[in-house]
């Protein structure tokens, strides 16, 4: 299994940013996929969840409403659109399935 996530970088507050993550090794379309995301000093946390046909997602508190998880079944991809940025999601973002986690991104909210 491997789960690969390019896309994280340094954004100003306000900006947008769309993380991705490609996954191989496993059928894709049978397995929900979720995003985490860990803070300096903070623990894990869940920021997004999405079924496995992609009908039902779920958000952590403090992204409803500015993130926006999806999935392309045939490209075997998740995606993660993060809008309105705030400096308090600086964090390393991490894709996640099946007990395998990808190896995380780095995304920082700074002007």
């Known amino acids: 299994v491997q789960l690969v996530e390019p896309g994280g970088g340094l954004v100003q507050p306000g900006g947008s940013l769309r993380l991705s993550c490609a996954a191989s090794?496993?059928?894709?379309?049978?397995?929900?996929m979720n995003w985490y995301r860990q803070a300096p000093g903070k623990e894990r946390e869940l920021v997004a969840h999405?079924?496995?046909?992609?009908?039902?997602?779920n958000y952590g508190d403090s992204v409803k409403g500015r993130f926006t998880i999806s999935r392309d079944n045939s490209k075997s991809t998740v995606y993660l659109q993060m809008n309105n940025l705030k400096p308090q999601d600086t964090a390393v973002y991490y894709c996640?399935?099946?007990?395998?986690w990808g190896q995380g991104t780095q995304v920082t909210v700074s002007s």
């Open positions: 996640y399935a099946t007990e395998y």
């Open positions: 999405i079924s496995s046909a992609g009908g039902s997602t």
């Open positions: 090794g496993f059928t894709f379309s049978m397995y929900a």
